[in-house]
């Protein structure tokens, strides 16, 4: 991929976001005929029947790409599809596609206006909640979360909601039951990864539909459930004797094309689909939870902290930023201050470190590359890991390697660029990176 053809895609250099766009609207011929769509609200799209937005095209995957119109424009992210999705000749993964493009899916090309002067909505309504249950956000997309939430409880919807470990999706599940008109009924969760055996999975299931007749049963990562067992869900949720609401970390339409997850599992659990932003993506929301968690000593939560604080990647989200505050309010400061990885500690906070032979002195928090450059004993490294880290290394080697990956990504990207002052151009030059491809991972890591 020429590093001239991504400008064609981002539609310039900049890496800020735009002023709002109106809508945009989709004309395209396939198999079935000549059709024009605008669009509203994100839509999957595919060759499958039940998709949002149907291809009639044999080339085209059954859950192909999503469309997802945003204030700054049209994004397209490609769902793992086999033929891959192209705007203007460029391959993508994710893109924001300017006016007058051409999207290919398939033998199939999609022209793409913005000719409506109706604008997309900027946000939430004024009135949306700052909660819901026991969860607080005050950023714009979490009270856009509470408010489809709080919406879609009325109804009879199956839901996924989809999002990082620690973002709260069980909370919001169990909210959205207590708002629901089977409020009172039984509420059942199977942890679909915490299952060892074929056996002891179809027990458990059983065991759980049965007593969630009437209520609402969460199915928390049904990813990790057997091919086989998949299949043996469908006649039971066909029944509707409850409700269904859907708990995971991953992209349930990348594995169906995987061949990973049943499609008619998913269209059966597929409603609606929530996606809940990552802590490091609404930084409006760290200081009040941060103030919430810490109670009657707020004042912990110092301008320098803060500061501080908000640099982090919070990869374990809310829940890691609980941690936090609890080991804050605890006195435990060297505990804190490795738990949220500082890259700097301000000595008014929390620069006096213990060392290993129990010498006090004023020091900065080691950072991951410091550790790395130093190449320590394996034990040494262990005793110097953030213990937010410690669930990371019971967990499968592939999520493992995941998560290590992309803190280790993030990190890099920042600091890429503020070496280069956000210029795409210097920052893909430096890295060795296509700009489209930088571009996405800056989006995906919020940097």
């Known amino acids: 991929?020429?590093?001239?053809?991504?400008?064609?895609?981002?539609?310039?250099?900049?890496?800020?976001?735009?002023?709002?766009?109106?809508?945009?609207?989709?004309?395209?011929?396939?198999?079935?005929?000549?059709?024009?769509?605008?669009?509203?609200?994100?839509?999957?799209?595919?060759?499958?029947?039940?998709?949002?937005?149907?291809v009639a095209d044999k080339a085209v995957s059954r859950l192909h790409f999503e469309l997802d119109p945003q204030t700054d424009g049209l994004w397209v992210r490609d769902l793992g599809s086999r033929n891959g999705t192209y705007v203007n000749g460029v391959r993508i993964m994710e893109a924001r596609v300017p006016a007058g493009s051409v999207i290919r899916v398939g033998t199939t090309d999609m022209t793409v206006s913005f000719g409506n002067p109706e604008p997309i909505a900027p946000g939430p309504p004024a009135d949306a909640p700052v909660s819901f249950g026991a969860l607080d956000g005050w950023s714009a997309s979490m009270r856009e979360v509470f408010a489809t939430l709080s919406s879609l409880a009325k109804s009879e919807s199956s839901i996924i909601i989809e999002g990082e470990p620690g973002t709260g999706k069980k909370a919001l599940a169990r909210a959205i039951h207590d708002a629901s008109s089977r409020a009172g009924r039984p509420f059942v969760v199977v942890e679909c990864a915490g299952l060892p055996s074929q056996s002891e999975?179809?027990?458990?299931?059983?065991?759980?539909?049965?007593?969630?007749?009437?209520?609402?049963?969460?199915?928390?990562?049904?990813?990790?459930?057997?091919?086989?067992?998949?299949?043996?869900?469908?006649?039971?949720?066909?029944?509707?004797?409850?409700?269904?609401?859907?708990?995971?970390?991953?992209?349930?339409?990348?594995?169906?094309?995987?061949?990973?997850f049943r499609e008619n599992l998913y269209f059966r659990i597929a409603g609606a689909t929530v996606r809940v932003p990552p802590l490091r993506e609404r930084p409006g929301d760290l200081v009040p939870?941060?103030?919430?968690?810490?109670?009657?000593?707020?004042?912990?939560?110092?301008?320098?902290?803060?500061?501080?604080?908000?640099?982090?990647?919070?990869?374990?989200?809310?829940?890691?930023?609980?941690?936090y505050a609890e080991q804050l309010r605890s006195g435990d400061l060297l505990r804190a201050v490795a738990t949220a990885r500082?890259?700097?500690?301000?000595?008014?906070?929390?620069?006096?470190?213990?060392?290993?032979?129990?010498?006090?002195?004023?020091?900065?928090?080691?950072?991951?590359?410091?550790?790395?450059?130093?190449?320590?004993?394996?034990?040494?490294?262990?005793?110097?890991?953030?213990?937010?880290?410690?669930?990371?290394?019971?967990?499968?080697?592939k999520e493992f390697r995941e998560r290590w990956i992309d803190l280790g990504e993030r990190e890099y990207l920042r600091r890429l660029m503020l070496r280069t002052s956000r210029s795409s151009g210097a920052a893909s030059r430096e890295a060795g990176l296509e700009r489209t491809y930088l571009y996405r991972l800056i989006k995906k890591h919020g940097v």
């Open 342 to 397: 500082l890259d700097a500690v301000d000595s008014d906070d929390s620069r006096r470190w213990q060392g290993s032979e129990g010498e006090h002195g004023t020091m900065e928090a080691p950072t991951l590359p410091t550790l790395l450059g130093t190449e320590p004993e394996a034990a040494d490294i262990g005793r110097m890991l953030p213990v937010a880290l410690e669930p990371w290394f019971l967990i499968g080697f």
């Open 1 to 54: 991929m020429a590093d001239g053809g991504t400008d064609d895609v981002t539609e310039g250099r900049e890496l800020e976001p735009r002023a709002p766009r109106c809508r945009p609207q989709l004309t395209w011929t396939d198999a079935a005929g000549t059709h024009a769509l605008e669009l509203g609200e994100a839509r999957t799209a595919g060759s499958a029947v039940h998709c949002e937005l149907v």
């Open 201 to 260: 999975i179809a027990e458990t299931l059983e065991e759980a539909l049965g007593s969630a007749e009437g209520g609402t049963l969460v199915l928390d990562a049904p990813a990790e459930l057997p091919l086989a067992v998949q299949r043996e869900l469908t006649p039971p949720l066909d029944a509707k004797a409850f409700r269904v609401i859907v708990t995971t970390q991953r992209d349930l339409r990348r594995l169906v094309n995987q061949g990973a």
């Open 289 to 323: 939870l941060l103030e919430r968690f810490l109670g009657d000593q707020a004042s912990l939560a110092t301008p320098s902290l803060v500061a501080d604080l908000a640099r982090l990647p919070w990869m374990g989200n809310v829940r890691e930023l609980m941690l």
